[in-house]
């Protein structure tokens, strides 16, 4: 039987808010602060949808992702660490994980259509958020074509295409110790490019 469905996961979220201190929210749903997953899902979810959405590719099933994501989060909030990486980049990752693992368990996908993808919730991003936004497109733009063409396909497939490394390592005919090799060194420089 699935757990019920807490009541901050039928609220509305809002747009991208650059000022949300993700860490802290993590912090504070590690230490049991409800509030801090509300805050959480209230600033990400819509974001977090898309990225559901784009891999599983199936409404009803990324609704399912992001909700067990989202448990995912309040339970395992305690393993996040900031020597790993941004904790925004922690939650793309579970919900990332688990849309994979969606996929794999049904072993087929169902291309969403046009409609599904227009039915998002419409709230778009304020003027300043939008230009903040557009200014750190640009950057990772930037620090993108700064990686050699190997680092950036792996990147790109991995985060973009919703592909296994073992996927990116067919793709790219290469050893999967390579592809490993190549996306975490494109992502240290991605950092590092970045901050």
């Known amino acids: 039987m699935r757990p019920e469905r807490p009541a901050a996961f039928d609220r509305k979220p809002d747009t991208w808010n650059s000022d949300f ?19 959480l899902y ?15 590719r199936r409404r009803e099933l990324a609704d399912e992702v992001l909700h067990d994501a989202f448990l995912q989060i309040w339970q395992k909030s305690a393993s ?5 990486g941004s904790a925004r980049g922690w939650i793309y990752s579970v919900v990332r994980h688990r849309a994979l693992n969606a996929i794999r368990d049904t072993r087929h996908e169902h291309p969403a ?16 958020e939008a230009l903040s936004r557009r200014h750190e497109a640009s950057t990772l733009h930037h620090c993108l074509e700064r990686l050699d063409e190997q680092k950036r ?8 295409d919703g592909y296994t490394q073992e996927q990116i390592a067919r ?11 190549w996306t975490r060194r494109g992502l240290l420089a991605l950092k590092e490019c970045m901050s």
């Open 171 to 181: 793709h790219l005919k290469s050893p999967l110790g390579t592809v490993k090799a």
């Open 21 to 39: 201190d993700y860490e802290d929210a993590l912090f504070a749903c590690a230490r049991g602060e409800q509030a801090a997953l509300r805050r």
């Open 153 to 160: 396909a792996c990147i790109l497939l991995a985060y973009m």
């Open 80 to 84: 996040y660490s900031p020597t790993l």
């Open 113 to 128: 259509s046009d409609e599904e993808f227009e039915n998002l919730p419409a709230d778009g991003p304020g003027p300043l």
């Open 42 to 56: 209230e600033c990400e979810a819509r974001w977090l949808m898309g990225v559901a959405l784009r891999i599983v």
